[in-house]
């Protein structure tokens, strides 16, 4: 939105202000009007995948800044939501925090204030407390969380990248953690690796909205990585939910891309005369080379 001033536009609110911008408020009323949502995860890829998202119709983007150290990672998410944002300005984007960034709630909420203020529209703190959960709420920090098997490191704790749900009692572990995510303010969530009955069954539970991950439910919705939805690791063994789109793999098309440039090169195809310019006036021509003697 911007004012008119002396002539001139001048910007006075932020992105997700803009007229067509969707927020954490848009993918509410997707579930409301029983629309599904889909979710990409850029993971830390390169802000231009988050634009073939956006191009693509995506709803939502999950991002983690990149970097090869936690500290680093955490330190680069203002500077990469800035990034991701120029290049999909229209897209939901949820923030993958770190976990040493919301160790209390004053670094929660100065870490979720930094990002948000650059640009994101909610955060996610994998494993975070209730407690924890509420107060980012009640300071208007929008959380869209996760439930299900916990990602990364914490993964630990259920020996591994394992499927949950497979017994009533700790399917309800799942749906009471979920459910307790809502009632402390969180305003969406991914469900990981839960058996299709479970993941249904939180979904049509909850008033907001469920994003299903590796649980063959679709929920309200869907999200897959662009390693999996492009197929990006070439020979890589597909897990189950895994699923490559768009025709041959973005690994196979760049392989093949690269492979045929070195071709080219060497049997000198590369560079042609149409992909260049020569001198004009070839007197010019044979007074450099007679200059170029002399050296």
Known sequence: MAEEKKGQKVQTTSINMDK????????????????KITMIGVAGLDPIFSMYAELGGADLIRYAPPGDTVASRAANGPMWTRMIRKMAPKTCLNMFLQTHMYADNKTALES?????????????????????????????????????????????QFGG???QGKTAESA??????????????????TIEMTAREVTAGIAKKLRIPVVQVAGSAPADGSEMVVYDLWGMIPGAAATRHAKSYGGASVAD??????????????????????NGWGMDDQAEVEKFLSMLETL
């Open 20 to 35: 067509g911008v969707k927020t954490i408020w848009h993918l509410q009323k997707m579930k409301d009007e029983g629309k």
């Open 112 to 156: 979720s204030a930094l990002v948000v203020g650059d640009g994101a529209d909610s955060v996610l703190c994998m494993g975070i407390t209730n407690d924890m959960l509420k107060y980012l709420s009640d300071n208007y920090i929008p959380s869209f969380g996760h439930v299900g098997v916990l990602s990364g490191w914490q993964t630990g």
């Open 161 to 163: 990248y394992r499927k």
């Open 172 to 189: 309800m572990k799942v749906a009471k953690m979920a459910y307790e995510y809502q009632e402390n303010g969180m305003k969406g969530m």
């Open 253 to 274: 098309i760049c392989i093949k891309g690269v492979a045929e440039f070195k071709a080219e090169i060497e049997s000198e195809a590369y560079p042609a005369e149409e």
